[in-house]
């Protein structure tokens, strides 16, 4: 057994100076925790006195905060959510192999390839420089009227095909940036190992590439979450256009605060599981 060996005895006791550091760190989280927890209820508390206070807080909440057109109007915007949800799980499994294969064609040095990076970063210059809810409206209306066979007509997938293509030009960029940011000599490294381009490409730079990118790409399919709404504008009926519908004749914008709190629902977790990969990114730069 080797003197570094701890054996079948476990590790040994911390020493009294350590136990007494870990001490101090244990109250010091402490203290900072319930510090930010008083100083957090103090201000929560103070708004929600200053708006509930406010000469127009009961109309403002029987207009916006209405506990009766919320019961009433959850059934339809909870069914018509669903519609945001699979859209979104279908765009995002259609960017990811779209923006990747139009980031690889960006990087790649062949002069054979000319032609199809100028493609390429014209798609992302173009997707880019266009507002979603303007590409939403010229595929929704713009593909139908082509009149060619194979289009689709259903308005979903018509939806479907706006939201990739603009969103896939954002994710492109992202993913191409993360290839960038690998250090050269990773490339020269899987060379040098007698990978040919393409193996180094796939087993080195990508593996590394995206786990670099991974925070970002998350922020944008926390957009991509919400953006499901723009759907709306061509006729499909998703949780705005059904929030929309409930408050046309009620007259009561509460059905849209309805529709808000299932985005947040879903886009805070997302929000909060891209803040743990940042940290935890961060943590493994710092420890290399």
């Known amino acids: 057994m080797t003197h570094a060996d701890p054996g ?6 911390l ?7 870990n001490a101090v760190r244990r109250r010091r989280t402490l203290r900072r ?9 103090v201000v929560l508390g103070l708004l929600a006195w200053v708006i509930t206070s406010a000469p127009g807080w009961p109309r403002v909440r029987e207009t916006f905060f209405s506990g009766y057109h919320a019961r009433e109007s959850f059934p339809a915007i909870w069914d018509a959510f669903w519609l945001n949800v699979r859209l979104f799980l279908t765009v ?8 990747l294969l139009v980031a690889v064609v960006r990087v790649i040095p062949s002069p054979a390839m000319a032609p199809f990076k100028i493609l390429a970063a014209a798609y992302t210059d173009v997707f880019r420089g266009i507002p979603t809810i303007l590409v939403v409206m010229l595929v929704g209306f713009g593909f139908p009227a082509l009149g060619l066979a194979g289009v689709p007509t259903s308005l979903f997938w018509l939806g479907v ?5 603009s969103y896939g030009a954002y994710v492109a960029e992202v993913i191409r940036a993360g290839i960038l940011s690998v250090h050269p000599t990773q490339w020269a490294a899987g060379r040098a190992l007698g990978l040919g381009y393409g193996q180094t490409l796939t087993r080195v730079i990508l593996p590394q590439a995206v786990r670099n990118v991974t925070p970002p790409l998350m922020n944008d399919f926390v957009s991509l979450q919400k953006d499901t709404a723009l759907v709306s504008t061509i ?12 408050q046309a004749s009620t007259f009561n ?14 886009t805070i977790p997302l929000a909060r599981f891209t ?3 940042t940290i935890r990114s961060m943590r493994r730069q710092g420890g290399s």
Do not use: K
């Open 8 to 13: 079948p005895l476990g590790p040994p006791p």
């Open 15 to 21: 020493s009294a100076r350590q136990q007494q550091r």
């Open 33 to 41: 925790a319930a510090v930010g927890t008083v100083s957090s209820l």
């Open 92 to 99: 995002e499994a259609l960017v990811l192999p779209l923006a």
């Open 161 to 165: 095909i706006a939201l990739t293509l």
């Open 235 to 246: 006729g499909l009926v998703e949780a705005l256009r059904a929030a929309s519908v409930y």
């Open 253 to 266: 914008v509460t059905s849209l605060c309805v529709a808000a709190l299932f985005f947040i629902v879903v």
């Open 275 to 277: 803040d743990w990969l």
